[in-house]
C-alpha cells in the first residue's frame, strides 16, 4: 500500500485524479503504475515487463524506480510492505 509521497502533484493525481501537477500524457501510465505499487508488497511486484524496474545508488540507495516515458521515472521505496516516498522525477 502507498503510505506516502514525495510529490504533492503525483499525490493529487492517485487521490482525485486531478492532472494539475503531473503531465497530463502521462496520467494513462501513471494509473497503472500507482495502481499496481498500492497493491504491491515488495518492490519486486513492480517488476513488469516494460518497466524497467531498477535499483538506484548514490542519495537514493534504497529507493527504486520504473519507467514512465522517457527520462520520467516513478520512484519509491518500501518500509516493510508499504511503498514510500513515492516521486516523479524527470532523471536528466
Not at 52 to 60: C, K, M, S
Given at each position: 500500500m502507498i503510505r506516502t509521497f514525495a510529490h504533492k502533484g503525483l499525490q493529487a493525481f492517485f487521490e482525485s485524479g486531478s492532472e494539475a501537477g503531473i503531465q497530463p500524457h502521462h496520467a494513462p501510465r501513471l494509473q497503472r503504475l500507482l495502481v499496481r505499487l498500492d497493491l504491491s508488497?515488495?518492490?519486486?511486484?513492480?517488476?513488469?515487463?516494460?518497466?524497467?524496474?531498477?535499483?538506484?545508488?548514490?542519495?537514493?540507495?534504497?529507493?527504486?524506480?520504473?519507467?514512465?516515458?522517457?527520462?520520467?521515472r516513478l520512484t519509491f521505496r518500501f518500509e516493510g510492505e508499504d511503498a514510500v516516498l513515492v516521486d516523479y522525477q524527470d532523471y536528466h
Open positions: 508488497r515488495a518492490p519486486e511486484d513492480m517488476n513488469v515487463p516494460g518497466w524497467r524496474l531498477h535499483p538506484l545508488a548514490g542519495d537514493l540507495a534504497g529507493h527504486y524506480a520504473v519507467t514512465v516515458n522517457g527520462n520520467w
